[in-house]
């Protein structure tokens, strides 16, 4: 799951956004992920440039439905996330609350988190999965401070630690 920071980050690559792209380039680039996709969740509509002429509305399902295979056409993205082909998830204030995804173990945070909202987007991560032998996750950060992140976890656990912290401007 990759969190961004806004419904126009989310798009499809046409519209030269970095979130998705990025995803597309760890598809594109390990030939196990071959015919793998990723899923766009954000609410209401959005107008987008596709190229300076070219006004565009999206939404969510119009996003997801493009390339969609035939039986998963018009689907809930939720419910689409169940598929073979879609391993990857990119949201953009949707999803951080309530999303229950055993499989997840992995997130890509690209927006600001605090208090509450911290706690509750990567809390996403911690569900178990007995039959794939979950044992960890991973947290890919690229905006926040461990300190904060830390100390939103503190009213809730009595400890708290961050393994395998790597400073972006050192690695």
Do not use: W
Request: net charge neutral; proline share 5%; charged share 25%.
């Amino acid at each position: 799951m990759a969190v961004i920071i806004s419904r126009r980050s989310s798009c499809r690559p046409n519209f030269a956004t970095a979130p998705f792209r990025a995803v597309q380039d760890v598809i594109k680039s390990n030939p196990k992920y071959h015919g793998l996709e990723a899923l766009v969740a954000f609410s209401g509509s959005l107008e987008v440039s596709k190229d300076e002429d070219v006004e565009q509305i999206v939404t969510e399902s119009s996003l997801n439905n493009e390339n969609a295979p035939e039986g998963q056409r018009r689907m809930e993205t939720s419910k689409m996330v169940d598929g073979a082909a879609y391993k990857f998830l990119i949201v953009a204030n949707k999803y951080q609350t309530g999303f229950d995804e055993p499989r997840l173990s992995a997130m890509y945070v690209d927006k600001p988190l605090s208090g509450v909202m911290a706690v509750q987007t990567l809390s996403r991560l911690n569900r178990t999965m007995p039959s794939k032998n979950k044992t960890k996750t991973f947290v890919v950060d690229f905006v926040n401070d461990p300190e904060t992140i830390l100390e939103a976890f503190q009213p809730y656990y009595s400890q708290g630690t961050a393994e395998g912290l790597v400073d972006s401007k050192t690695a």
